[in-house]
């Protein structure tokens, strides 16, 4: 992407806001007095910009889970600010959150722990159409398969358990699941660790239609700089519970200047050619 | 990371003394749910005093504010708790005595009829558990598998009145009570033949009540112990089976053994109670069972608190077994 | 291993046969018992089993089976002998006294009986002359809905405890796990009779009958309740538990559509467990008094009559009723054993 188009879009209203925030876990070894805190987040300022693909990566224990689920509003930060469609929702309760909560859909890393094992496919996609009514009841199978379709799985496997899935299938499912609901945000939490390559350029390539078939905001969540590199609008990098380098993707990846992200450059993948084969041969 | 052999023990001692602390407070919550339950009995001791036309219902009123029976819960648990203190655990009304005296004589005879009956069972069922293991899956393995299982489906009540029958038809032994009348008359080794002959029908119903679960979990332990890598290192160099058996598999697989040993006395006591007032072993089962027809409230919870008292300090023995046992458990809640 | 699947099958289904027939028997007592429970014949007391004939006095073979009149010994008490005369045939779907079946539908039906006046006594008689095999089915009855309804009580309430404390975590959690700490410390027999003997002695058998159930029912709950608990802790932080509260689904979406399916083995097997468990204990208190007394039947104090020395000794027909119940534990111990075998591997 163009520098000028980033750029543009830098200029809209941020999709989400973040300032400030911080956060620790309390840990306690067992039976002991004495407890430590790892501090997860530690004055963070991060935005989201919409119609984009943000990229947040780091190595494991930098804090970008943490982030991550309190963005989804999984988990209340200690102290600061969070703002979403001009509303500071870091301190609102469950009820308030609760019309919000189909805006802002995550899919996690392990695809296999993250699927019910005892329901089907289409039970798994038609699970959150039901809980917010999105559908009457007649139609809830058909949307179920449209959109299986839409990210690449076959309809008629609408009734075989997650477990009969691939991991790569599996996480199309997740994905299917998470947009079942039109969020504006979907945040990928490590969602392409554990893949092989070529799997990880299709879900990529799945994303970026996805991207351009609606209008979808995406956080990718990756410790792998190059992999998500590639498809990135901005990316943002944290070490330790801080973000140490922040920018469009062509400035960060051309001209790193934190020592972290230059460590994350350093170990790259070669992922451009099973990319491009990806995308030029076609989905499972 | 080494710790001194002072540091264990420091880390040991505390470990038991949460185990004692938690054991006190496990006592006084099941006292005070014995109280509570008995807030539920409608009639007292002295109801059937009511039923009689000679006594006037002054007298019986008079005799219940003297006992106390008539002030609210809270005022009789704390009267019972100083009672306890003074030594006397309340106090019997159809015996007219305080209970203690009563608890004593009887629990120390469920006492020695539980300890026999524990140790015989754990006795025979360690070896055969072991062998069996060993034998897994062949026709040793398949017959005791079967003969537990069905030994496991007969209640203890059905294994009391057989063996009773048994032995009356076959007139082996004397029957009924702890010793014969006469008894004050024998010399010391015929009292203790006596003493045993009687033994043999409760002790038996136990052990053989307790035997199918204690077998299996010996089994199921030991085969997994025995599939464990150091065991296979172990075969390799050599060692005998039966040393291989008692000397390196039995130790590891002491651990689950131990807490099943707190556990089971919980049921070797309700059996206990049954094989008692079956075989008129005159041990807390049939003073309880008395009581509960005569409405002796203080009784009835004496003993309940007893059999408490015994299972508490049954699994406080276990704790102190596992901690002499296993480092792990010190080391872990250091 | 593929042959211990079949064969725990097999067991599985053989003993679930089993049961059901006990139970269909038994629920059907007045259709299968040939005569009423509290019909009395004073002049037959303690007769032994009735013996079935297939060849007679003269060594013919009948093809039907019959039996022979058993008359008292006309020098001593309680001693009978066969009356050979007359042979008596047993017949089927005879019609005799009435009864009612499930409390509404009036029957005359028996499915098998004897022409007057000798009487078919398969399990003997007691000291008023009553079938045993009759009161055997009809006692029965109260002692397996006891088994069955506590065990339905302590599985409700284990359920309950265990999803609520293991749901909501924290202090709740807490509290109601030291709870279930005290009532599983407590000895159960010494509990349960304490508990009986707390509450009203002299009442209606109807009321007894309930009040053994909700006794024995309630004080069971603590195990219950732990197995749940930890199910339902493991189940909770799985992630597609999380998922579902990103979709907004609420408390109870999560705990019937995740968590509660997670459950149906463990409370399975516990049934399995529980139910001889506390037919056992029905019959004890009732064997002590305590429970279900005279004239209804009950194993417990038909075994009762044992008490009596010479009972014990003499009239060995009377064990009968334990026989019974060595065959109800049998059933669902296999039942419950192959459940946990299922289980384990992953089945249910």
Redesign the interface.
């Known amino acids: 992407m163009g520098t000028e188009a980033a750029a543009r879009l830098a200029l809209q209203p941020a999709l989400m806001r973040a300032r400030g925030l911080s956060k620790r876990y309390l840990q306690r070894t067992?039976?002991?007095r004495r407890s430590f805190a790892i501090e997860a987040l530690m004055d963070v300022n991060f935005e989201i910009a919409p119609g984009c693909l943000t990229a947040l990566v780091g190595q494991s224990g930098s804090g970008k889970s943490t982030l991550a689920s309190c963005l989804?509003m999984?988990e209340k930060p200690d102290c600061g600010e969070i703002w979403f469609e001009g509303n500071e929702i870091s301190h609102w309760n469950r009820r308030k959150l609760?019309p919000l909560?189909?805006k802002?859909?995550?899919v996690?890393q392990?695809s296999a722990?993250?699927?019910?094992p005892?329901f089907s496919a289409a039970q798994i996609i038609e699970?959150?159409l039901q809980?917010?009514h999105r559908e009457i009841r007649q139609n809830l199978r058909a949307r179920a398969c449209q959109l299986m379709e839409e990210v690449g799985l076959s309809a008629d496997w609408a009734n075989r358990s997650p477990l009969e899935l691939s991991g790569g299938q599996r996480q199309r499912l997740a994905i299917a699941?998470a947009i079942a609901?039109k969020p504006s945000l979907l945040i990928l939490d490590e969602s392409l660790s554990g893949l092989d390559l070529s799997t990880q350029a299709q879900i990529l390539n799945l994303l970026l239609d996805l991207k351009a078939a609606h209008p979808l905001t995406c956080l990718l969540i990756s410790h792998d700089l190059s992999l998500v590199g590639q498809i990135a609008d901005f990316i943002a990098v944290m070490h330790r519970g801080r973000i140490v380098e922040c920018g469009s993707a062509p400035q960060v990846l051309g001209s790193p200047q934190h020592p972290q992200t230059c460590k994350l450059l350093a170990s790259v993948q070669v992922l451009e050619t099973a990319f491009r084969t990806a995308r030029a041969g076609g989905r499972s | 990371m080494k710790t001194s052999a002072g540091a264990k023990m420091r880390s040991s001692m505390k470990y038991l003394e949460r185990r004692v602390m938690h054991a006190v407070l496990l006592l006084v919550g099941a006292s005070v749910l014995s109280f509570l339950f008995s807030s539920l009995a409608p009639g007292s001791f002295f109801d059937e005093m009511k039923m009689n036309p000679q006594i006037s219902p002054e007298t019986v009123t008079a005799l219940r504010s003297q006992y106390g029976l008539d002030q609210p819960l809270p005022v009789k648990y704390v009267r019972w708790v100083k009672s306890v203190l003074r030594g006397e655990w309340g106090y019997s009304f159809a015996y007219n005595q305080p209970v203690r005296s009563l608890l004593v004589v009887r629990a120390r005879n469920t006492l020695f009829l539980t300890a026999l009956a524990m140790a015989l069972a754990w006795l025979i069922a360690v070896p055969v558990g072991v062998w069996v293991a060993s034998r897994r899956g062949r026709w040793e393995d398949q017959l005791t598998s079967a003969s537990t299982s069905l030994l496991l489906s007969v209640p203890e009540l059905v294994l009391a009145l057989v063996l009773l029958y048994l032995v009356i038809r076959t007139h082996a032994l004397p029957v009924g009570g702890m010793v014969s009348s006469g008894f004050d008359h024998l010399d010391s080794w015929a009292q203790m033949k006596d003493l045993a002959a009687h033994l043999i029908v409760p002790v038996t119903t136990l052990v053989l009540a307790s035997l199918p679960i204690l077998i299996r979990h010996v089994r199921a332990s030991m085969i997994e112990v025995l599939q464990a890598p150091f065991i296979q290192a172990a075969r390799g160099h050599g060692i005998s089976r039966s040393r291989l058996l008692f000397h390196y598999a039995l130790p590891a697989a002491a651990n689950p053994l131990i807490s099943l040993f707190g556990l089971s006395i919980a049921g070797l006591l309700s059996g206990s109670l049954l094989v008692e007032v079956i075989t008129g072993w005159p041990g807390l089962g049939p003073l309880l069972l008395e009581a509960c027809f005569s409405r002796d409230i203080y009784v009835v919870i004496g003993v309940v608190m007893a059999s408490t008292l015994f299972m508490i300090f049954g699994s406080l023995t276990a704790d102190v077994m596992l901690v002499a046992a296993d480092p792990r458990v010190r080391t872990d809640h250091a | 291993m593929i042959t211990g699947k079949k064969t725990s099958k097999r067991k599985l289904i053989a003993a679930a046969i089993f049961l059901l027939a006990l139970h269909l028997a038994i629920l059907l007592a007045g259709f299968v018992a040939p005569y009423r429970p509290a019909e009395q014949n004073r002049d037959s007391p303690y007769v032994p089993p009735t013996r079935i004939h297939f060849v007679d006095a003269r060594g013919h073979l009948h093809l039907r089976p019959f039996i022979y009149q058993s008359v008292a010994r006309p020098d001593s008490l309680y001693e009978y002998e066969e009356a050979r005369d007359q042979e008596y045939p047993i017949r089927f779907f005879v019609a005799a006294s009435e009864y009612k079946i499930a409390g509404c539908f009036l029957s005359h039906t028996h499915l098998f009986g004897v022409d007057a006046p000798a009487q078919i006594f398969l399990a003997g008689t007691d000291n008023y002359g009553r079938d045993q095999f009759t009161r055997i089915l009809y006692g029965g009855q109260i002692s397996l809905a006891a088994g069955l309804l506590a065990t339905a009580i302590s599985l409700l309430l284990g359920l309950c405890v265990g999803c609520i404390s293991g749901f909501y975590a924290g202090w709740i959690d807490e509290s109601a796990m030291r709870v279930a700490e005290l009532f599983l410390v407590l000895p159960w027999l010494y509990v349960l009779l304490a508990v009986r003997a707390f509450l009203p002695l002299h009442i209606s058998p109807a009321q007894t009958f309930l009040l053994l159930v909700a006794v024995i029912g309630t004080i069971g709950w603590a195990r219950p309740a732990r197995l749940v608990r930890g199910i339902v802790l493991s189940a909770r932080s799985r992630k597609y538990v999380t998922a579902s509260r990103g979709f907004g689904a609420s408390d109870a979406h999560i705990l019937r559509r995740h968590i509660l399916p997670h459950t149906y083995g463990t409370l399975l097997t516990q049934a399995a467990l529980l139910v001889p468990q506390y037919v056992i204990a029905e019959v004890t208190l009732s064997f002590f008094g305590l429970g279900l007394s005279e004239p209804m039947p009950s194993w417990g104090n038909l075994l009762a009559n044992l008490q009596q020395y010479n009972v014990l000794v003499s009239y060995w027909w009377m064990f009968a009723p334990a026989l019974a119940l060595v065959l109800v534990s049998l059933g669902y111990l296999t039942v419950a054993n192959a459940f946990h075998q299922r289980l384990q591997s992953g089945s249910i």
């Open positions: 067992s039976f002991s989804a999984m609760a909560r189909p802002i859909q995550m996690f392990n722990g993250a699927l019910n005892r699970e959150p809980i917010q699941r609901l």
